[in-house]
């Protein structure tokens, strides 16, 4: 009895040990592990991650699937609302639970554009919250994430109708150049179609309005190509040939095709009258009352036939 005990004390004592020495394994940088780093690598698969390499199955990966795509779809812009330093504050505050990938400041500081990189490209951002974009809900894991250092509106105008808010201007050319610059380059490494750079508003109309109506999509579009935006002469079309005729069934499914989430019950109901207004403070900022108009659908239209494959009816 007492050499068995004995035993098991041994036992547990080896056991522990080994699971000492497992968890380090997963800690560890596998640089800075020479054991690791001898393992030689398999021939049919040069480049398996160490981390799956095993002695107890060999990793296939002779075939490689066509259906794959990158998992940072969406690019989602926003404003901060706050200052910078206060915005970084939150953002390395765990209490907070909120992040972007990046960061861009209203200006430079002695005469250094700096952007801040603050989550890593490969990792979740806690941007987005509840959102929903052209059928993917939830857009944290499938987005990057831009803050950019930009007031939003007086707190006192919280309660006010969008349109007689005082919306801060952006700061500075330097700034919009920055991000174009940065957006560019993720768009490009992604492969980020246009009608997916979007912002908070689009995706969470009604409960965010960032980055706001003084946002420049349209100089970002017209001088960058960056994102969507109409054809004038698309709009011309169908505001003579096709205008809208109040039919709120029509203008939902339009929004929806075009990536909003909104309600398809035909009644122009709170839902509805937000994801027009986000609409229009992206596409038609001198308007963006949630009202529709025969403008506001003359452009949508034209948005759908360019990036969602609408087809022009016939005269
Ligand atoms: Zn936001």
């Keep these: ?11 547990i004592i080896l056991s522990s040990l080994t699971l000492v020495a497992c968890n380090d394994d997963d800690k560890s940088d596998n640089t800075s592990n020479p054991s690791i780093n001898n393992t030689p690598p398999s021939s049919t698969a040069p480049n398996v991650p160490e ?4 002695e107890n199955y060999q990793l296939d990966q002779t075939y490689l699937s066509p259906n794959q795509d990158a998992r940072q779809m969406m690019l989602v812009l926003h404003y901060t609302a706050i200052p910078l330093e206060e915005t970084l504050r939150r ?9 972007s990938h990046y960061l861009i400041p209203e200006q430079a500081q002695n005469s250094k554009f700096i952007v801040y ?15 929903y974009w052209q059928g993917n809900r939830n857009l944290n894991p499938s987005s990057i994430g831009i803050e950019i250092v930009n007031l939003g509106f007086p707190e006192t105008d919280e309660l006010v109708p969008l349109m007689q808010r005082r919306w801060y201007p952006y700061a500075s050319k330097q700034q919009i150049e920055v991000l174009a610059e940065v957006i560019k380059k993720i768009v490009n490494k992604y492969q980020i179609t246009p009608s997916r750079i979007i912002g908070h508003s689009d995706i969470a109309p009604g409960r965010k309005f960032d980055p706001g109506p003084l946002f420049p999509w349209e100089q970002l579009y017209r001088e960058h190509g960056i994102g969507a935006w109409y054809d004038d002469e698309t709009v011309n079309f169908y505001r003579l040939y096709f205008p809208w005729k109040d039919d709120v069934q029509s203008l939902q499914s339009k929004l929806a095709a075009y990536g909003y989430d909104v309600p398809q019950n035909g009644i122009y109901d709170d839902d509805t009258k937000n994801a027009v207004s986000a609409f229009q403070m992206h596409f038609y900022p001198k308007k963006y009352d949630g009202i529709a108009d025969v403008e ?19 005269l």
Excluded: C
């Design 117 to 131: 990189n603050l989550v890593p490209d490969d990792k979740r951002a806690w941007h987005s919250g509840t959102s």
């Design 1 to 11: 009895m007492k050499s068995n005990r004995y035993l098991s004390f041994i036992f």
């Design 51 to 54: 981390y799956i390499i095993s």
């Design 91 to 99: 953002f390395m505050s765990e209490e907070y639970a909120v992040s």
């Design 296 to 314: 506001t659908i003359a452009r949508l239209d034209a948005l759908l036939e360019k990036y969602r494959g609408q087809q022009r009816p016939t």
